[in-house]
T-cell receptor, first 112, second 114 residues
Framework: SQKIEQNSEALNIQEGKTATLTCNYT??????LQWYRQDPGRGPVFLLL?????KEKRKERLKVTFDTTLKQSLFHITASQPADSATYLC???????????FGTGTRLQVTL | GAVVSQHPSRVICKSGTSVKIECRSL??????MFWYRQFPKKSLMLMAT?????????EQGVEKDKFLINHASLTLSTLTVTSAHPEDSSFYIC??????????FGQGTRLTVV
C-alpha cells in the first residue's frame, strides 16, 4: 500500500540547534516533493518544493534533500528559534496532475 | 502568490442541518480547487477535487451526496455538508495549485456539529 510517513509525531529541540525532520514514502514515484508549515487552527503555508532531479534545495535557514533511491526527504531548520515551533508536513504529487498527498506531520517544539 | 479566502472560519450547527463553506481564490483563476479534511493532530486528507463547470471528483470513501461541491466560477468553490452529524465535526480546508507548484490554502473552517 502507499504510505507517506514522517519520522516522529513530535520533536523537541533547544533553540539554536538544527532540527531535522524526515519524510519517507513507499509505493510512490513522485516528481515533486513539498514541505509545508501549519500552525494550530490555520491552513498550511508553503515552504519549499524540490523536484525529483534535484538533490538539495535551500531557502534562508531551511534546507531540503530528496533521495529518490531511499524514497526519503530530509527537512532541516538551522539555528532554530521558538517561532519555528509548528507542525511540518511533507507532501507528494501522486500521479494525477495536481493532487497532493500529505504525510502524517511532525510537531516541532523549539524551547529556550 | 495566490490568496485564498475561506468562510466561515468557525461554524456550529445542529445535527441534521446543512452547512455551506465557501472558498474564494481572490487573485487567481482556479479551474481546479481541492477540499481537505483534517482531524485533530492528524494530517490533511484529500476529500475531493472541485472542477470549474463540471462535477467534482471524489476520493475513495468520500460520500458525494454527503459532501456536495459546486464550482460555478473560476474564483469560487463551495462545500456543503448535508444532514450533518457529530462525526462530521472536523477542520475543512480548501486549496488551489499544488504538485508542480506550491499550493495555497484557505484559513480553514472549524465545523462543530452538536
Amino acid at each position: 500500500s502507499q504510505k507517506i510517513e514522517q519520522n516522529s509525531e513530535a520533536l523537541n529541540i533547544q533553540e539554536g540547534k538544527t532540527a531535522t525532520l524526515t519524510c519517507n514514502y513507499t509505493n510512490y514515484s513522485p516528481a515533486y516533493l513539498q514541505w509545508y508549515r501549519q500552525d494550530p487552527g490555520r491552513g498550511p503555508v508553503f515552504l519549499l518544493l524540490i523536484r525529483e532531479n534535484e538533490k538539495e534545495k535551500r531557502k534562508e535557514r531551511l534546507k531540503v534533500t530528496f533521495d529518490t533511491t531511499l524514497k526519503q526527504s530530509l527537512f532541516h531548520i538551522t539555528a532554530s528559534q521558538p517561532a519555528d515551533s509548528a507542525t511540518y508536513l511533507c507532501a507528494l504529487n501522486t500521479g494525477t496532475a495536481s493532487k497532493l498527498t500529505f504525510g502524517t506531520g511532525t510537531r516541532l517544539q523549539v524551547t529556550l | 502568490g495566490a490568496v485564498v479566502s475561506q468562510h466561515p472560519s468557525r461554524v456550529i450547527c445542529k445535527s441534521g442541518t446543512s452547512v455551506k463553506i465557501e472558498c474564494r481564490s481572490l487573485d487567481f483563476q482556479a479551474t481546479t480547487m481541492f477540499w481537505y479534511r483534517q482531524f485533530p493532530k492528524k494530517s490533511l486528507m484529500l476529500m475531493a477535487t472541485s472542477n470549474e463547470g463540471s462535477k467534482a471528483t471524489y476520493e475513495q470513501g468520500v460520500e458525494k451526496d454527503k459532501f456536495l461541491i459546486n464550482h460555478a466560477s473560476l474564483t469560487l468553490s463551495t462545500l456543503t455538508v448535508t444532514s450533518a452529524h457529530p462525526e462530521d465535526s472536523s477542520f475543512y480546508i480548501c486549496s488551489v495549485g499544488g504538485a508542480r507548484t506550491e499550493a495555497f490554502f484557505g484559513q480553514g473552517t472549524r465545523l462543530t456539529v452538536v
